[in-house]
């Protein structure tokens, strides 16, 4: 019995050794962030996603980063009054960080993609048009969890909603992660 209670540690210790020296790493997050420009119509967002960083073998401050995730816009309280139904979208993106050689682990990233809305398409709401995102931001790692602050501008081309005519969402959030 000893022998299997060893073993499994070995395993388990081995296991997160490698994962620890691994390049690639990959982890879930949460997101919440406060639309700028829609400030009438919603009151924040919130969103779930899955995260993966992979350090780059000929530099290793520079790491490839990617990451899809599920936001939900939550209208504020007369649009919810209304029967107005929140908005969903599936932002993709895939970008840069730099990690900065500080005693202090900070970092920088610029990441860009799409951003895919759920909407179904009725009479007074057409289906939006797959847009783009661009989200740069600063962030700093406590061991496998990270704390991130980004600005995010989704420009989605303009369409006729329950709003008029939009252009872009600006967003200002909070992205916390945790990394295995």
């Known amino acids: 019995m000893k022998q299997i209670i ?18 690639l790493k990959i982890g879930p997050s949460i997101e919440v962030g406060l639309p700028l420009n829609t400030g ?37 309280a007369e649009n919810r009054d209304a029967g107005i139904k929140d ?4 932002p993709i993106r895939v970008g840069a960080r730099y990690n900065f050689p500080l005693s202090f682990p900070l970092y920088a990233k610029l990441d860009g993609g799409a951003v895919v809305s759920l ?3 009725t009479e007074d709401y057409p289906k939006e048009p797959t847009g783009i995102l661009v989200s740069p931001g600063v962030g700093t790692s406590l061991g496998p969890v990270e704390v991130e602050l980004r600005y995010e501008n989704w420009t989605s081309g303009t369409w006729e909603g329950y709003y ?9 959030g909070l992205r916390f992660a945790y990394f295995f």
């Open 40 to 76: 009438d119509v919603y009151m924040m967002s919130a969103g779930v996603g899955i995260n993966g960083r992979y350090v780059m073998p000929f530099h290793k401050p520079l790491e490839v980063i990617v990451g899809v995730s599920y936001y939900r816009f939550l209208q504020n």
């Open 119 to 121: 909407q179904k398409k």
């Open 6 to 23: 060893l073993f499994a540690f070995a395993t388990f210790f081995t296991a997160a050794a490698v994962q620890a020296q691994s390049p």
């Open 164 to 172: 008029g005519s939009r252009p872009s969402t600006d967003i200002v």
């Open 87 to 90: 908005t969903q979208y599936v």
